[in-house]
């Protein structure tokens, strides 16, 4: 494997692409013309414009990026996380085409994608599944009847879901048929699958999520749990890893069924079996078939590159280590510095990065893709970084979290910084014992104190106001890179 080509943007490319240089593999990056002046196109060995801003016109561009694969004698597609990375069409088409994809086959990601025929291949593995139906729901009457057994509040949810999309609380009887047929709606608009369930809802559950790696020779590992409880609106915010409150047993018991639910579906490479706690049991969720946002809390108390794990795979080696060869150590949180208010709902902000300073020192890593002067652009995802701590214990990493927050600057936008420092400081989250409604039962915008006087700040400020020529925007040094580009 001589060449890569990553099928993504931002953070993860270039995240990808450094596992990759290391390996001694070349990049190939692909952009849109929004991202012309993007670092991850800087840091590609090559880079291809493949179409227009929106997304659906340039990155979900199937058979283009096989194309550029083609032109350019790519030997392999890794897709990162978004996107296509969960296209089973894709995989399949990337295969058919001669060129390796860097995740599981088609088939796996085909049956996990979907939550019903997930919920279908693991029953056999005696995997704790959440009360509920394992069919798609049509009927109103039955619908009805089975959500009377299960007993309210119940869950209906898009079998096709993800995201919080197609997903409807319902904690009565009376309610019951506008909220299905508001879930059918939101999951026929959303994923064109109007399918959906009925589940037991558990009402404070906490989210965790087991990482594993399969190889092509049958060898299944995990990687511990990742604990991914603070949300806003059904996506994660802030994820450390191990948990705060499993124990050996549970967490040998979670890992276990996560080998398990691998096994199911015959899985190769990385991936993230999901699970939902609460009061000491566990409940399978989904499967993530991709890497996930979050992986790097697992690289920081397990040593390990999974990027460089996933392309090893890919290549058809055996895993180098066994289960007892892996241990937790230390601890690892990440904060998704999103380009979002949470003092107005967590609404996205655009606009350019008038100043934009990273944190550093020991035990800080930030995973990002902007630099000072660049604007954020409105036709993808809203975060910006990924801020990842390491301490020897959880205090630590805490403490340290806290230290890196103040040191990122960014001005110019609204951040979820602030609200990473909030939760950093409430004590639901330092002792430990929060669960997935951490926003609507501890945060109130109103105790964001954003300290605006640093005099460092204000300077640069001003002197950009005073000399906007002299500000980052204009980069020059942008079209003084060595990378070459290509078109098609």
Known sequence: MKKILIANRGEIAIRVMRSAKEMGIKTVAVYSEADRNALHVQYADEAVLIGPPPSNQSYLLVDKIIEVCKQLKVDAIHPGYGFLSENAGFAEKVNKAGIVFIGPLPHAIKIMGDKLSAKAAVKNYNIPMVPGTDKAMTDISEAKNIAREITYPILIKASAGGGGKGMRIVTEEKEFEEQMQLAVNEATSAFGNGAVFIEKYVSSPRHIEIQILADTHGNIVYLFERECSVQRRHQKVIEEAPSAILTPELRGKMGQSAINVARACNYVGAGTVE?????????????????????????????????KEQIKIAKGEKLSFTQNDIEIKGHSIELRVYAEDPKNNFLPDIGKLKLYKRPQGNGVRVDDAYDEGMEIPIYYDPMIAKLITYGQDRQEAIERMKRAIDEYKIIGIETTLSFGKFVMETDAFTSGDYNTHFVQNYFNPQNIDIDNKDETIAAIIMANVLNPNNQKSENKNVTDSNWRKNRL
């Open 275 to 307: 699970f939902l706690f609460d009061n000491g049991n566990f409940y399978f969720l989904e499967m993530n078939t991709r890497l996930q946002v979050e992986h790097p809390v697992t690289e920081f108390i397990t040593g390990l590159d999974l990027v």
